[in-house]
């Protein structure tokens, strides 16, 4: 029946991880190219599986959990703070973009 015991579980929890990502926070990602995107993801399985494999489940699920402390000072510090980005939101679009180096020219036609 279901086991917890194999490599799919990591698997899972990587994938589960990705699908909300992608839909709760894809918008943040609209002009990153999708093989830039799914390369991120096949990493993080790589890195994630091959963790577990080498060195157990609980330090790859520790690797995987230790991303939120990036993630925190990232969107709670340096974006509003050194930046002038909100951190949940990426607003001003246009700061958000200079700081991806994205191309602003969709702005310069709105008033901005």
């Not at 690797?63 to 703070?81: C, E, R």
């Amino acid at each position: 029946m279901w086991s917890t015991t194999s490599i799919w579980f990591e698997i899972a929890i990587v994938s589960i991880i990705y699908a909300l990502g992608n839909i709760l926070m894809g918008h943040f990602e609209e002009r990153t190219t999708k093989i830039r995107r799914v390369g991120k993801y096949f990493l993080t399985l790589l890195i994630v599986c091959g963790l577990s494999l080498l060195f157990g489940r609980i330090v790859s699920m520790v690797f995987l959990g230790a991303f939120i402390f990036p993630i925190l000072y990232i969107h709670a510090y340096y974006l509003p703070k050194k930046k002038g980005i909100n951190g949940w939101t990426g607003e001003p679009k246009k700061k958000y973009y200079e700081f991806r180096k994205w191309d602003t020219d969709i702005f310069s036609n709105g008033g901005d």
